[in-house]
Nanobody, 118 residues
Framework: QVHLVESGGGLVQPGGSLRLSCAPS????????MGWYRQAPGKQRELVAS???????NYADSVKGRFTISRDNAKNTVDLQMNSLKPEDTATYYC????????????WGQGTQVTVSS
């Protein structure tokens, strides 16, 4: 019923920046937590950053000071600004949102690839 669509991934050199965006299909949602996970080849999926409806944020230690998560509650979007990118940031990044559709339900995007390489 609800689909999350990510954009903004791509290839960037170390030290560069990318901005990921995610938006759900449809409108008039009630959304609680928004966030981003990532998964690199051979590794477990890990939480990168999350943001609550009131604006509280949480970041993985590995990205603190480099990444910034933000949300636009009017547009139902969540962004991830990624600066000072490192090769170890290379992964598929997945957006998620907890949305009220008859009950609180977690929805996931299809993933967008971020590659940091020289």
């Amino acid at each position: 019923q609800v689909h999350l669509v990510e954009s903004g991934g791509g290839l960037v050199q170390p030290g560069g920046s990318l901005r990921l965006s995610c938006a759900p299909s449809g409108s008039a949602f009630a959304i609680d937590t928004m966030g981003w996970y990532r998964q690199a080849p051979g590794k477990q999926r890990e939480l990168v950053a999350s943001i609550e409806s009131g604006g509280s944020t949480n970041y993985a230690d590995s990205v603190k000071g480099r990444f910034t998560i933000s949300r636009d509650n009017a547009k139902n979007t969540v962004d991830l600004q990624m600066n000072s990118l490192k090769p170890e940031d290379t992964a598929t990044y997945y957006c998620y949102m907890t949305i009220w559709v008859r009950r609180w339900t977690a929805y996931w995007g299809q993933g967008t690839q971020v590659t940091v390489s020289s």
